[in-house]
């Protein structure tokens, strides 16, 4: 999953705003970031633009976890 974020209007008394994407909508997402900053360089008011991901189907938790129990993992050399 994908969210774009960004503030509209006064840096110090901006509204922050957010956009979600699905997880397959990597170039939608950064067509969308791309034309808040093209926005931004026009001065239209926008700042503060930036895309975060969060991968649902990740093995731990955000951060530094220890995996599941479950979870094999071997390096492989050839």
Do not use: I
């Amino acid at each position: 999953m994908f969210v774009v974020y960004w503030l509209e209007g006064d840096v110090q008394r901006g509204v922050a705003r957010f956009e979600p994407f699905e997880g397959g909508a990597l170039t939608q997402a950064l067509a969308f970031a791309e034309a808040l900053r093209k926005r931004q360089a026009a001065g239209d008011g926008v700042s503060f633009v930036s895309l975060c991901s969060e991968n649902p189907h990740a093995v731990g938790q955000a951060g530094v976890a220890d995996p599941p129990a479950d979870y094999a993992w071997k390096k492989r050399r050839t």
